[in-house]
C-alpha cells in the first residue's frame, strides 16, 4: 500500500509539472532577458565582463601566436601539422610537434624524433616568412620522452618524462630539474614567463616559477579547481571554470573574466584560453574554435537556456575528465550554441565533478525530479542512467507524437534508429545524432548466408570447431548471460500490457545454453595476436565481434577476410538477426519542461549536422555512402579520416543496407530485469535449480517487476 501511494504522489507530481510547464513555455519565452544586463537601464551589471562569441575562421585552429606583428594560427589534422599566417602555409611537417611558440629570435617549433627506443628534440627556428633560420637536434638520455616545448627568454625548455630540460639556442644543456614521471606541463603567463604547473588528481594545480640557475621549482600558490592557461595584460594567468573563465594574480587571487551565465552563454570542454592582440580570446577544446569578443550589453540577445543533465560513467571514487567523456555532446552543443538564435544548451554534471557517485547523483535527481527543479533534458546510457524508469513513469516526451508529426521538415522515417527504439522502449523517447553497429561475424562457408544463429548452432559449431580452437574470444558465462537474456527481454515483455513470458521452451533453452557453454576467457595462455582474417582462416577464432561505424569499416572488413562473411551477432532463442544497433548520446526530453519545443530543436540540429560516425538521419547517412562509393582523392569529407580504395562497390552498399534493415534491436537494455535473471541463474550454476524451476522463478519475480513498474 506505501509503495502504491508513494507512486500515485509521484505521478501527481510529474503531471503537475508537466501542466505547469507546459502551460509556461510561451510565457517564459516573452520575458527573457540577459542576465547581467540591467533591464530598465541597458547598462552591463555583471561582475564578469561583457562578452559574445564568435565562430573562429578555418577548422582545426589549435592556437596563435604573434611574432614581428602578425598573428600566426596553428593547425592540426589527418595529415600533419601547419602554421598559417593568413591563408599562406608558413610551415608544415608530418612530424609530431610537441610544442611552438614565438620569441624575439623567431617562431620556435620543437619536433618528437624517434629512432627505435632512442629519442631526440629537433629544434627549428623560422623567420615569418617559414624561411629556416637554425636546426639543432637534442638526442635525450635513455628513457626520456618529450612531453611539451615552450620558451623561457631565449632559453628552449622541453619538459621530458621525469624533469624539465633547458638548452640554449644552440641545443647545448643548461640545466635539468627533476619532477614526478609523467607530470607537469610548461605554461607561458601574460607577463611573459614561464611558469612550471603541477595538476593534481582532485581537478587543481599548483603554479611554481623555474629557476633554472638553481636548477629548482618554487611554488607560487596552488588552485582548486579548473584548467589553467596563459593569461592577458591584466593577470598572468587565466583559469577555466565551469562557469566561466577567471583572471589570477601571481599570488592566486581570482576576479572574474567572464561569467557564462551573465552574458546568456554556455561553453563546454575548453583547453585553452589564449588573449589576442586585439583585445578578444581564443577558446579551443573539444568543439571547434571560438572568439571571445568584449560586447555591448545591447549586442547580446536573450536566448532561452535548456539544461541537459548527463551522468558520467564510473563516477564512484575518483575524480573523471568530464568533457573528454562526452566530447561528442560537447561539440553538439557549442555548434548549437552557435548557430541558434533562440536558445542555447548547457551540459550539466549531474556527479559534480565526481564528487557525488553514480548513486548518488541519482538520488539527487530523483529529489529534484519530486521538487520540479530538474533538467530540460537528460542523456541515457546502459550502464549510468537508465531510460526504462523514466519512460514507465511519463517522464519523457515521445519524440515522434509530440514534436516529429508536427514538424514540417523531418519525419519518423528520415530517422534509422526510429524502429528500432520504439521496438525496445514502446515510444520514441530517445534520439541521438550518430550510432554504430555492435554485431560478431563468421564465414558464410561455415554458418551459411544468414543474420542469425541459434543456440543449436552454436553447440554444432563449438563441438565440430578445431582443437585449441574457440567460438567467441574471451567468453565468459557472465557475459553469454547478459548478452542472450538482454535479447530475450525484448520480446519477454509487454511493458504495456504489463504482461511477461518467461516460463516457456525458449527461455529454458537459453538457461540451458548458458549453463552448458564453454568458457574461452582471456589469459596468458591464449591470448589472440593477429588480424581476424589470419585467425579465423587458420580455424583458430571462429566469430568475431567487430563495430561497424562507417560505411566503409564494413567494406574494409569484407575486403580483408577475402571470403563472403555472415553478420550473425549474438546467438538467439530462434536464431533470429543477433545483431544490435548502438546509440552512444541518447537524449530524452522531460516532460515537466516549459522548454519541449525548444529542446526539440536542438535534437534536430544535432540530427540534421552529424559529422561523425554514421548518422541517424537518413538523408546524411545517404550521403555518407555515397561518398564511400567516390574515389579517394575525389572526396570532400571523410570519415575518421578512413580512405577506402577502390571505393565501396554496389554489391558492398547493398549488403551494408541489408545488415542495417535486418537489425530489430538497440543496447539499450533494462538492467533491473537482467539482474532478477542473473540472480536465479546463479542457482541453475550451482545446481540447486533446473533451468525449468528457474523458469518459474524469474517468471514469477518479474511479472511482480512489470507489474510495479507499469
Same mark, same amino acid.
Given at each position: 500500500?506505501?509503495?502504491?501511494?508513494?507512486?500515485?504522489?509521484?505521478?501527481?507530481?510529474?503531471?503537475?509539472?508537466?501542466?505547469?510547464?507546459?502551460?509556461?513555455?510561451?510565457?517564459?519565452?516573452?520575458?527573457?532577458?540577459?542576465?547581467? =544586463?540591467?533591464?530598465?537601464?541597458?547598462?552591463?551589471?555583471? /561582475?564578469?565582463?561583457?562578452?559574445?562569441?564568435?565562430?573562429?575562421?578555418?577548422?582545426?585552429?589549435?592556437?596563435?601566436? =604573434?611574432?614581428?606583428?602578425?598573428?600566426?594560427?596553428?593547425?592540426?589534422?589527418?595529415?600533419?601539422?601547419?602554421?598559417?599566417?593568413? @591563408?599562406?602555409?608558413?610551415?608544415?611537417?608530418?612530424?609530431?610537434?610537441?610544442?611552438?611558440?614565438?620569441?624575439?629570435?623567431?617562431?620556435?617549433?620543437?619536433?618528437?624524433?624517434?629512432?627505435?627506443?632512442?629519442?631526440?628534440?629537433?629544434?627549428?627556428?623560422?623567420?615569418?616568412?617559414?624561411?629556416?633560420?637554425?636546426?639543432?637536434?637534442?638526442?635525450?638520455?635513455?628513457?626520456?620522452?618529450?612531453?611539451?616545448?615552450? %620558451?623561457?627568454?631565449?632559453?628552449?625548455?622541453?619538459?621530458?618524462?621525469?624533469?624539465?630540460?633547458?638548452? @640554449?639556442?644552440?641545443?647545448?644543456?643548461?640545466?635539468?630539474?627533476?619532477?614526478?614521471?609523467?607530470?607537469?606541463?610548461?605554461?607561458?603567463?601574460?607577463?611573459?614567463?614561464?611558469?612550471?604547473?603541477?595538476?593534481?588528481?582532485?581537478?587543481?594545480?599548483?603554479?611554481?616559477?623555474?629557476?633554472?640557475?638553481?636548477?629548482?621549482?618554487?611554488?607560487?600558490?596552488?588552485?582548486?579547481?579548473?584548467?589553467?592557461?596563459?593569461?592577458?595584460?591584466?593577470?598572468?594567468?587565466?583559469?577555466?571554470?565551469?562557469?566561466?573563465?577567471?583572471?589570477?594574480?601571481?599570488?592566486?587571487?581570482?576576479?572574474?573574466?567572464?561569467?557564462?551565465?551573465?552574458?546568456?552563454?554556455?561553453?563546454?570542454?575548453?583547453?585553452?584560453?589564449?588573449?589576442?592582440?586585439?583585445?578578444?580570446?581564443?577558446?579551443?577544446?573539444?568543439?571547434?574554435?571560438?572568439?571571445?569578443?568584449?560586447?555591448?550589453?545591447?549586442?547580446?540577445?536573450?536566448?532561452?537556456?535548456?539544461?541537459?543533465?548527463?551522468?558520467?560513467?564510473?563516477?564512484?571514487?575518483?575524480?573523471?575528465?568530464?568533457?573528454?567523456?562526452?566530447?561528442?555532446?560537447?561539440?553538439?552543443?557549442?555548434?548549437?550554441?552557435?548557430?541558434?538564435?533562440?536558445?542555447?544548451?548547457?551540459?550539466?554534471?549531474?556527479?559534480?565533478?565526481?564528487?557525488?557517485?553514480?548513486?548518488?547523483?541519482?538520488?539527487?535527481?530523483?529529489?529534484?525530479?519530486?521538487?520540479?527543479?530538474?533538467?530540460?533534458?537528460?542523456?541515457?546510457?546502459?550502464?549510468?542512467?537508465?531510460?526504462?524508469?523514466?519512460?514507465?513513469?511519463?517522464?519523457?516526451?515521445?519524440?515522434?507524437?509530440?514534436?516529429?508529426?508536427?514538424?514540417?521538415?523531418?519525419?519518423?522515417?528520415?530517422?534509422?534508429?526510429?524502429?528500432? =527504439?520504439?521496438?525496445?522502449?514502446?515510444?520514441? *523517447?530517445?534520439?541521438?545524432?550518430?550510432?554504430?553497429?555492435?554485431?560478431?561475424?563468421?564465414?558464410?562457408?561455415?554458418?551459411?548466408?544468414?543474420?542469425?544463429?541459434?543456440?543449436?548452432?552454436?553447440?554444432?559449431?563449438?563441438?565440430?570447431?578445431?582443437?585449441?580452437?574457440?567460438?567467441?574470444?574471451?567468453?565468459?558465462?557472465?557475459?553469454?548471460?547478459?548478452?542472450?537474456?538482454?535479447?530475450?527481454?525484448?520480446?519477454?515483455?509487454?511493458?504495456?500490457?504489463?504482461?511477461?513470458?518467461?516460463?516457456?521452451?525458449?527461455?529454458?533453452?537459453?538457461?540451458?545454453?548458458?549453463?552448458? %557453454?564453454?568458457?574461452?576467457?582471456?589469459?596468458?595462455?591464449?591470448?589472440?595476436?593477429?588480424?581476424?582474417?589470419?585467425? %579465423?582462416?587458420?580455424?583458430?577464432?571462429?566469430?568475431?565481434?567487430?563495430?561497424?561505424?562507417?560505411?566503409?569499416?564494413?567494406?574494409? /572488413?569484407?575486403?580483408? %577476410?577475402?571470403?563472403?562473411?555472415?553478420?550473425?551477432?549474438?546467438?538467439?532463442? @530462434?536464431?533470429?538477426?543477433?545483431?544490435?544497433?548502438?546509440?552512444?548520446?541518447?537524449?530524452? =526530453?522531460?516532460?515537466?519542461?516549459?522548454?519541449?519545443?525548444?529542446?526539440?530543436?536542438?535534437?534536430?540540429?544535432?540530427?540534421?549536422?552529424?559529422?561523425?560516425?554514421?548518422?541517424?538521419?537518413?538523408?546524411?547517412? /545517404?550521403?555518407?555512402?555515397?561518398?564511400?562509393?567516390?574515389?579517394?582523392?575525389?572526396?570532400?569529407?571523410?570519415?575518421?579520416?578512413?580512405?577506402?580504395?577502390?571505393?565501396?562497390?554496389?554489391?558492398?552498399?547493398?549488403?551494408?543496407?541489408?545488415?542495417?534493415?535486418?537489425?530489430?534491436?538497440?543496447?539499450?537494455?533494462?538492467?533491473?530485469?537482467?539482474?532478477?535473471?542473473?540472480?536465479?541463474?546463479?542457482?541453475?550454476?550451482?545446481?540447486?535449480?533446473?533451468?525449468?524451476?528457474?523458469?518459474?522463478?524469474?517468471?514469477?519475480?518479474?511479472?511482480? *517487476?512489470?507489474?510495479?513498474?507499469?
Amino acid at each position: 500500500m506505501k509503495r502504491i501511494l508513494a507512486f500515485l504522489l509521484v505521478l501527481l507530481s510529474v503531471l503537475t509539472l508537466a501542466a505547469c510547464g507546459r502551460g509556461a513555455e510561451s510565457a517564459g519565452q516573452q520575458t527573457l532577458t540577459v542576465p547581467g =544586463v540591467d533591464p530598465a537601464s541597458g547598462q552591463w551589471i555583471g /561582475e564578469g565582463g561583457c562578452f559574445r562569441l564568435e565562430p573562429c575562421e578555418g577548422d582545426g585552429t589549435q592556437t596563435t601566436l =604573434v611574432f614581428d606583428g602578425r598573428e600566426y594560427r596553428v593547425y592540426e589534422n589527418w595529415d600533419g601539422w601547419r602554421l598559417f599566417n593568413g @591563408d599562406e602555409t608558413v610551415n608544415e611537417t608530418m612530424n609530431n610537434v610537441c610544442g611552438v611558440c614565438a620569441a624575439e629570435s623567431g617562431i620556435w617549433i620543437c619536433e618528437e624524433l624517434r629512432d627505435g627506443n632512442d629519442w631526440s628534440a629537433r629544434f627549428v627556428r623560422i623567420d615569418g616568412s617559414g624561411n629556416v633560420q637554425s636546426d639543432v637536434a637534442a638526442k635525450l638520455p635513455s628513457g626520456r620522452f618529450p612531453r611539451g616545448f615552450s %620558451m623561457d627568454g631565449d632559453r628552449l625548455a622541453l619538459n621530458c618524462t621525469d624533469r624539465l630540460r633547458i638548452y @640554449d639556442e644552440q641545443g647545448t644543456i643548461l640545466a635539468e630539474i627533476p619532477h614526478a614521471e609523467w607530470a607537469g606541463r610548461l605554461l607561458i603567463g601574460g607577463d611573459g614567463r614561464l611558469y612550471y604547473v603541477d595538476e593534481d588528481d582532485q581537478g587543481g594545480g599548483s603554479v611554481s616559477t623555474i629557476d633554472v640557475e638553481g636548477a629548482d621549482f618554487r611554488e607560487l600558490f596552488h588552485y582548486e579547481r579548473g584548467q589553467l592557461c596563459g593569461g592577458d595584460d591584466e593577470a598572468p594567468f587565466l583559469l577555466i571554470r565551469d562557469t566561466g573563465i577567471d583572471r589570477l594574480r601571481a599570488d592566486g587571487g581570482a576576479s572574474p573574466l567572464v561569467v557564462w551565465e551573465e552574458c546568456g552563454l554556455s561553453v563546454s570542454g575548453l583547453l585553452d584560453v589564449k588573449a589576442q592582440p586585439d583585445g578578444s580570446y581564443l577558446l579551443t577544446g573539444f568543439a571547434d574554435p571560438l572568439r571571445m569578443v568584449p560586447a555591448q550589453p545591447a549586442e547580446l540577445k536573450p536566448r532561452t537556456k535548456l539544461t541537459l543533465g548527463v551522468l558520467p560513467m564510473n563516477t564512484e571514487g575518483r575524480q573523471i575528465d568530464f568533457a573528454m567523456a562526452n566530447a561528442n555532446l560537447v561539440r553538439e552543443a557549442a555548434a548549437f550554441n552557435a548557430w541558434s538564435t533562440e536558445s542555447y544548451v548547457q551540459l550539466l554534471d549531474l556527479s559534480e565533478g565526481g564528487t557525488l557517485s553514480a548513486e548518488q547523483a541519482k538520488m539527487q535527481l530523483n529529489t529534484k525530479i519530486l521538487a520540479g527543479e530538474c533538467p530540460d533534458m537528460l542523456l541515457f546510457s546502459n550502464w549510468s542512467l537508465s531510460p526504462f524508469p523514466f519512460v514507465r513513469k511519463g517522464l519523457l516526451c515521445d519524440l515522434e507524437a509530440e514534436f516529429i508529426v508536427s514538424d514540417p521538415e523531418l519525419a519518423a522515417e528520415d530517422i534509422v534508429i526510429a524502429p528500432m =527504439v520504439k521496438n525496445d522502449l514502446g515510444g520514441l *523517447y530517445l534520439l541521438g545524432s550518430r550510432f554504430s553497429v555492435e554485431t560478431r561475424y563468421g564465414l558464410q562457408e561455415r554458418f551459411g548466408k544468414v543474420w542469425g544463429w541459434d543456440y543449436d548452432t552454436y553447440r554444432r559449431v563449438d563441438r565440430e570447431a578445431p582443437q585449441g580452437s574457440m567460438v567467441m574470444y574471451n567468453l565468459t558465462r557472465d557475459y553469454f548471460l547478459r548478452e542472450s537474456a538482454s535479447r530475450f527481454l525484448r520480446s519477454a515483455i509487454d511493458w504495456q500490457s504489463g504482461v511477461c513470458d518467461f516460463d516457456n521452451a525458449d527461455f529454458v533453452k537459453l538457461l540451458e545454453a548458458c549453463r552448458d %557453454m564453454r568458457e574461452t576467457p582471456e589469459d596468458p595462455n591464449n591470448m589472440v595476436f593477429g588480424l581476424p582474417a589470419q585467425l %579465423m582462416e587458420g580455424g583458430y577464432m571462429l566469430t568475431s565481434m567487430t563495430m561497424i561505424i562507417s560505411p566503409e569499416s564494413f567494406a574494409r /572488413e569484407q575486403r580483408e %577476410m577475402g571470403k563472403p562473411l555472415s553478420y550473425i551477432g549474438f546467438p538467439t532463442p @530462434d536464431g533470429s538477426c543477433g545483431t544490435d544497433l548502438s546509440f552512444s548520446d541518447a537524449i530524452g =526530453v522531460m516532460r515537466s519542461s516549459a522548454h519541449g519545443q525548444a529542446c526539440w530543436q536542438f535534437l534536430k540540429y544535432s540530427l540534421t549536422h552529424c559529422q561523425y560516425s554514421l548518422p541517424v538521419y537518413r538523408p546524411l547517412l /545517404e550521403e555518407r555512402v555515397r561518398q564511400a562509393q567516390q574515389a579517394a582523392d575525389d572526396r570532400e569529407d571523410e570519415a575518421f579520416g578512413e580512405r577506402l580504395d577502390p571505393p565501396m562497390t554496389d554489391g558492398e552498399v547493398q549488403g551494408f543496407y541489408e545488415l542495417l534493415g535486418q537489425i530489430r534491436h538497440t543496447t539499450l537494455c533494462d538492467q533491473t530485469a537482467l539482474g532478477i535473471i542473473q540472480e536465479e541463474f546463479a542457482a541453475v550454476l550451482s545446481g540447486d535449480k533446473s533451468p525449468q524451476e528457474a523458469a518459474r522463478l524469474v517468471q514469477s519475480r518479474m511479472s511482480l *517487476y512489470v507489474s510495479e513498474q507499469n
